[in-house]
């Protein structure tokens, strides 16, 4: 699960490891970071312009009071609701995986889709060639590189397609499922100061991360918020 969630570029690997640390390191932890953030205030509140000391008083300290309690309250799951999106990407992905192993033949034994040597070589075999490069000048079959082919061959739809199921079952329904804590809700942290842009941000988990309704899948994955 640790290598898995380490070559997943979705996955804050940060916040993958904290949810596993025993309590009572994860309290120690937060001790000392709230101490260290203390003792650095109290050395640098005298370097702030007035200006900024407004800015820090009248927006920063009321907004994070805010966002605090947001946490606190945290986002209720609908745990059915989680278990039946499951089912339905389980259910949609398995014709999928078969219609791709129908390719395995040409490598001379199973497929794994999620293999990009073997990808490359089964395209090859189909007659395919995607035009992105990698950038150390490979052959790329990311999603951008394999769009143009769709209209080629039908294992093109069904490579994208395996690939947005795996992604919302593996990233999406047991990441929020990780997520969920003992009275139900996800309790993310919300950062003020997370993009260079000042943008409002989220981490563990990241919501602002969850696919749009365009789907079925993200429409559902949404619905799961209670």
């Given at each position: 699960?640790?290598?898995q969630?380490?070559?997943?570029k979705?996955v804050e ?5 904290y949810?596993?640390l ?9 001790a ?5 953030t203390?003792?650095l205030?109290?050395?640098l509140?005298?370097q ?11 927006v ?13 309250w945290g986002l209720?799951i ?7 999106l499951?089912a339905h990407i ?31 070589k ?11 490069k ?6 790329s079959?990311d999603?951008k ?7 080629k ?5 069904d490579?994208?397609e ?14 929020v ?7 139900g809700k996800i309790?993310?942290?919300a ?5 260079e842009?000042?943008r409002l941000?989220?981490?563990r988990?990241?919501l ?16 799961c918020?209670d």
């Amino acid at each position: 699960e640790l290598i898995q969630a380490m070559h997943d570029k979705d996955v804050e690997l940060d916040s993958w490891v904290y949810r596993w640390l025993p309590q009572d390191v994860r309290i120690r932890y937060n001790a000392r970071d709230t101490a260290a953030t203390i003792k650095l205030w109290r050395e640098l509140q005298d370097q702030l312009t007035p200006g900024q000391q407004l800015v820090f008083h009248e927006v920063v300290m009321p907004a994070t009071h805010a966002l605090t309690q947001m946490e606190e309250w945290g986002l209720p799951i609908d745990r059915d609701m989680l278990n039946l999106l499951q089912a339905h990407i389980e259910l949609e992905l398995d014709p999928v995986k078969q219609r791709l192993q129908s390719y395995a033949p040409l490598l001379g034994g199973e497929f794994n889709p999620g293999s990009r040597p073997q990808l490359i070589k089964v395209l090859e075999a189909v007659g395919l060639s995607p035009k992105g490069k990698t950038k150390t000048g490979g052959i790329s079959t990311d999603d951008k590189s394999l769009e143009p082919l769709r209209t080629k061959h039908p294992i093109v739809d069904d490579i994208l397609e395996w690939r947005h199921l795996t992604k919302m079952l593996s990233t999406y329904v047991e990441g929020v499922r990780n997520s969920i804590c003992p009275d139900g809700k996800i309790h993310a942290t919300a950062l003020l100061d997370g993009t260079e842009t000042g943008r409002l941000s989220y981490q563990r988990p990241n919501l602002q991360n969850w696919p749009r309704a365009s789907t079925v899948e993200g429409k559902m994955l949404r619905d799961c918020v209670d």
